[in-house]
């Protein structure tokens, strides 16, 4: 593990090092803010140069405005995904948490913490508009719960998470289920939920560290390293009765071995495809043959489209994490400068849990 980077382990553990010192600073007069500009376009794995660090000073705010500091950021693969589809030489998109320094604008008063799409930014005046589908949110309170679980398991992952299993698929009591990216931040709590829905949970991921934590602390059924073991093989040993339903995070080779062990009637939820965002996707076995032999339903799904249903997801998990049912786990990578470590980290698998920087 970097030595910038720290893991948050389940409800009780503490942050290891103190706060990182502030990269801007706030004044009467002005706000020197740094931002990662998006220079150049990904091309293959995202590269030093393509994103680049540098500040700008912001104007005092006016009415209806306020200036926000950010506390928390998130890394996440839709960054790389949907990365050619930005524009360059603007600040690089993304989610944070940030705390309200000064207001404006009676909606979101000052010392309150918001949820917003500011991009990769230490500082930012807004009009409480936001430029995405995703409103701008004043966090509520989580009983004494980290705010950055506003990132993760309380925030856009668990929504993800809820909603792609329990909507998309309808798992039931007894049925196999197979969940890939199974120790990352959308993997680790649809693994849960499908323990908490009474389901066997056969989890896939990219090292036995991650393996060991899916296993002893998350009580996933089964485990499969997709680097050491054959996953067809291992999956007909720990499933030989098939599988039922599989959350899809990785697309690819894994996949496609996947939906060839599924039973008659089998349901994907098709959430990401993160083995093709760097290189576009290596050639796969095709899987039309056994999604019409088996009459299989696969159904991909955006987060964005259940925004509906945010407020629900999110006081349920929140509910199955105070009653002690569902765990969370956060890697986090301290300091706004090492936003791109993080990320770059993050697509490699350096991540258990949730990636998030703390600014
Ligand atoms: P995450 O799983 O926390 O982090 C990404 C993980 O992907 C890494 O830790 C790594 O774990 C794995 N990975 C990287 N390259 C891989 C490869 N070639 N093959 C297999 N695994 C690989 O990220 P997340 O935020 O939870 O997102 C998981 C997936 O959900 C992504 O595909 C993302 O795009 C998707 N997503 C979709 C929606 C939606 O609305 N549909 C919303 C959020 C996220 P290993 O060590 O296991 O390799």
Redesign the pocket.
Known sequence: MNNHKLAHIGISSNIRAACASKLSYISTIMVRAKHFVYKKHFDGFPKDGDLVLEEEELPAIKDGEFLAEAVYLSV???MR?YAPWQPLNKTFYGRQIAVIKDSKNSKFPKGQHVLASFGWRSHTISDGVSKDPFPIKILPDYGGLPLSLGLGVLG??GH?AYIGFLEISQPKVGETVVVS?A?????SIVGQIAKIKGCKVIGI???DK?GKWLTEELKFDRFIN?KTQDVKTTLQEFAPEGVDYYFD??G?E?SSTVIYQLNPHGRVSA?????EYNDGGQKVTPIYFPLVAKELKIEG???RSWYHRWDEAVAQNLKWIQEGKLKYNETVTEGFENMFVAFTD??R?G?IG??IVKA
Do not use: E, R
């Open positions: 996440d693969p839709y995904k856009h992952t993800t990216g120790a990352g931040a959308v993997g991921a990219g090292s991650k997709y995070n990785v690819g894994i959430c990401g495809s993160i083995s799904f955006q987060s993050m697509l698998g991540n949730k990636a």
